[in-house]
């Protein structure tokens, strides 16, 4: 009887149609801002396995947290379509450079000096930023988040759109919206009460208080959580959150919260005179790709597709009322947030005076330039 190899060598065809949808390589539309590596895949047993990969896309924009431009969004969507006719690979990894941010969401300097007061631009933008989101949910290959650090506003939306998610355990989760003037309505609000009860999402969507690794963990955003600070070349727990109990003395959950007080700021400084290492992290996602290696690829993909039904029917539910909402929001409230975040300063604070805008609204003030003007954060 022939073996496998040799059917293969004899059966497999010359040529092979690219379904690509562009043959130029993803890095070169955005000055290497949005990486694409096929990374050797590995069996469970750590060795290579031949013609077979991994695709990682990779946030390249550290000193902003690896937000995403315009042009790192077209990227994206076509890094994650090469992926998903790629017969080479095995499953998308997608992450961000370093250990500081997985992804702070939308851009907010191009959102305020050129989408600010343009509704019918950022429109065109939601356009992209929409088709990133179902480019993710619609990838024919599994795809993990490797949750190298923060994973905020529309990074959390972007990453809650991917199959699994793995996190180091200093990185933060949540949502920035109403408080730099735009909702969370890029897949948060349709994933959130999916993924982690209506109740929990509200408080998630709504008050943009960020929650821990071990939360996310607890509330099921996450599939797992590994520690990346070494505190004496020793793995230790994220200090600043509680690790070491289930309960308060009130029996209240209390686990992932963060530490309060001086337990907090001891935490902090033990961060600091850490080493952050990544290694765990990486353990852990390449042992989740060889897991998926090693199953029949259609009967993963159906599974995938089946199970990515209910954030996909609601995503498609509200996307394009959502991209309208966002696009005309940018006419008052998201001009005003993104301004104030953009041209604010840690000493000026980042955030307008909600309190005074509310004031001013209970009066029918009207939104005028001067009003915004006056909102501004050098403007207290
Ligand atoms: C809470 C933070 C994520 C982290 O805060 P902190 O650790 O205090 O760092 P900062 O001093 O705030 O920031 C350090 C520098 O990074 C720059 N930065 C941070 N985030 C972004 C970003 N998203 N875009 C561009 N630049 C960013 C920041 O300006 C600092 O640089 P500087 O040169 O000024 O020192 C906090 O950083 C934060 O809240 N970031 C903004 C989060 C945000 O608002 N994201 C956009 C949300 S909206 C969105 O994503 C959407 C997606 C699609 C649907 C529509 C939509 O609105």
Redesign the pocket.
Known sequence: MATTDAIIASTAPGNLIDHNLIDREVEGLCDGMVRYEKRPARRRDGSVVEGLYNAWIIFNNP???N?YTTDMVKATILAFRRASVDREVNAVVFTGVGDK?FC????????AEYYAGNPQEYRQY?RL?NDMVSAILGCDRPVICRVNG?R????Q?IGMACDFSIAQDLA?F????P??G??????ATDFLPLMIGCEQAMVSGTLCE?FSAHKAARLGIIADVVPALKAGGKFVANPTVVTDRMLDEYGRVVHGEFKSGAAFKEGQAQIKEGEIDLTLLDLKVEELCAKLLDTFPECMTKSLEELRKPKLQAWNLNKEN?RAW?ALNMMNE?RT??RA??EG??ETG?EIDFVKLRQGLAKGTPWTEELIESLMPAAK
């Open positions: 000193t902003q947290y937000s941010a702070t969401g939308g851009n907010t300097k191009e959102y939601m930023f923060m905020i506003g529309g990074g939306e933060n949540g949502q920035a919206g408080k730099h735009s909702a969370a309505i890029g897949g960020p959502s966002l998201a947030g993104f975040f953009n300063t840690r980042r």
